[in-house]
């Protein structure tokens, strides 16, 4: 069997003993007799599977007892429709753009309101996070909307905007778990899990209770009424039943690492590795103002495209796989997500060095 | 490791040697180093994966270049709402309520438009197909909807209702591949995998290209939208991607059966030795209508509530489990997916026999 070092932005990186474990569970789960992907999401079996991953993730992010925990389908792109279907009550929200993913979600939520675009880091590529200490929030805006965490540019809020009462609402997607979070800061905390939790399929949503009401908005199927998710305690229909579990072998296996304290330690550590030498080296440099760099995803470049690419290639020859950067932003891009250990990133490190040595 | 023989009705048993190729490679799929939950849905690996899936479902089920074929997360619920956004142009549709599914497709449809519900047979708890062959089609209905096998009460439509030229659109969660189908006669035929063919978390959507339009309800979500998902062959976003794998590994199991006639041919021998035992027990009876009856689900009673507790009971304590009917009905239901093997059906037929005994 072979394991490669797997830089991937998501679907990503999964820990070693999760695979291991559902590997051994996959004809007989707890000796049930059967698979977890055969079992009757009515069964006391799944009911425990599901209880404790919600029990977990309370505990890992130490959510308060008026919000619920919703594990949903559709990715966050469906929760791009969800969120004003649900809670544009005024039919105003208000939008800080700071790369494609909070653009795909403006974009969508103008299909139900009005949306003002507050502040934005468009000008510079979204490579830093606008200041949002003072911004123009509208006074009728049912909630103020952000993506935390930039996939794709590498650039993560450090402060909270202030959103002046208004309710914050956060894609997490690609800093779920990475460390700990005030959610009683947040309206709703969302991401799909396929970055940082488990497979894809399955997308979390924590929101405050006031926030869940059957006042949505005309032709919102009953699917993406929070309500009906959160009266069924996400089992209105059959749920990704299999990826629900993974992701509570997942929390499992946080709790084990000592919780989030514990991972975004370690989270830093990873990244310092390969910030300091992006930082000093000659050959690359990262691409996000300093002060606003995600712990998750880590973009660079050469400024060379041909060397960009010699560089993905060689990397991959070497067993580190998936440095290739968006198209958007072109370059490279490492995801270094909770699972990447950190010998992933010494290797990187390691390689990128002795290939600046040959290329410079 | 124990197995046992799994009756649910959904999720559902899969085949034995497509969960054991999935947990050889749960660590390293195909040489790649990583799991297909840890794969960029971008790579070449899932690519083929994905292409391989949808080539084989074609060859299966033999479905015409017109049709699309797409993989969509959220369940038959979501398409409950997805049917009527996309395809309700004249906000008029019939309906025929043979169950619980048609009649929460039939109530979610009507947020988007006239619902007529123009045959049921809820009269007898549904234990009937209605004659379909001379409805009251509404002249300006956008389509006709069946659920074709109905899961909860083991009803199956023998001949396809005459839609007087307008489109058939079909439930097949509970039947799906399980017989030959000509899906030139549907304009959409999909159903939710969780029964027939994979994990839930996966729905498959089988769609004429002429009925994918710009042209859907206002508010529909993009993700909502089937024209969305054909352009982007399903991978709009980052689909369900553990779950197609599976799908895809049932599909080649299913070609090496002998395909869908093989299964058909195999599927009535199994339901057969039920049936049989059924008609001539003076202890158990089948509660449907013998020309209505399903290959796939089997619903019997005794009579006795108590008596039928007992059974579900002991036949758990003989490795036959899930085999509890449906509250609406009662009773057992014993679900035999084309992952059932006819051993299974031998070894609950030879427990009912025994059980009669002892307690007649």
């Known amino acids: 069997m072979k394991r490669v070092y797997n830089f991937s932005a998501g679907p990503a990186v999964l820990p070693e003993e999760v695979l291991k474990e559902a590997a051994d569970e996959m004809l007989d789960y707890n000796g049930t007799g059967m698979s977890v992907m055969e079992m009757s999401h009515r069964s006391q079996s799944f009911q425990e599977i599901i209880d404790t991953a919600e029990a977990d993730i309370r505990e890992l992010m130490n959510i308060p007892d008026n919000y619920k925990v919703l594990f949903l389908q559709g990715g966050a792109s469906q929760q791009f429709a969800m969120i004003p279907m649900n809670l544009m009550k005024n039919r105003v929200a208000d939008y800080i753009i700071t790369g494609q993913w909070a653009k795909k979600a403006a974009a969508e939520a103008e299909k139900y309101g009005k949306v003002n675009r507050i502040a934005s880091s468009a000008d510079k590529t979204f490579s830093y996070i606008p200041d949002c200490s003072d911004l123009p929030v509208s006074e009728d805006a049912d909630y103020v909307y952000i993506c935390e965490n930039n996939t794709i540019y590498g650039t993560k809020y450090k402060t909270l905007p202030n959103t002046k009462g208004k309710t914050l609402i956060a894609d997490v997607s690609s800093c779920f778990l990475s460390e700990p979070v005030d959610v009683s800061k947040y309206g709703v905390i969302y991401g799909g899990v396929q970055k940082n939790i488990g497979p894809a399929g399955v997308v979390i949503v924590i929101i405050r209770e006031d926030l869940i009401t059957e006042d949505v908005l005309p032709g919102t199927p009953t699917m993406l009424t929070y309500k009906t998710q959160a009266d069924a305690k996400s089992l209105y229909n059959t749920p990704p039943a299999y990826g629900i579990y993974i992701c509570g072998k997942v929390f499992k296996w946080l ?106």
Chains 1, 2 share one sequence.
Do not use: C, W
């Open 255 to 360: 709790k084990k690492q000592g919780g989030l304290a514990a991972m975004k330690e370690r989270n830093e550590k990873k990244a310092k590795i390969l910030y300091d030498y992006l930082d000093q080296s000659k050959l690359f440099k990262g691409t996000v103002v300093k002060e606003d760099r995600s712990l998750m995803n880590v973009p660079f470049v050469t400024g060379d495209e041909e060397l960009d690419a010699k560089f993905v290639k060689e990397a991959k020859a070497a067993g580190l796989e998936n440095l290739k950067g968006h198209r958007t932003v072109g370059g490279m891009r490492a995801s270094i997500y909770n699972a990447m250990p950190i010998e992933g990133v010494e290797a990187l490190v390691a390689f990128m060095k002795k290939f600046e040595e040959e290329n410079l």
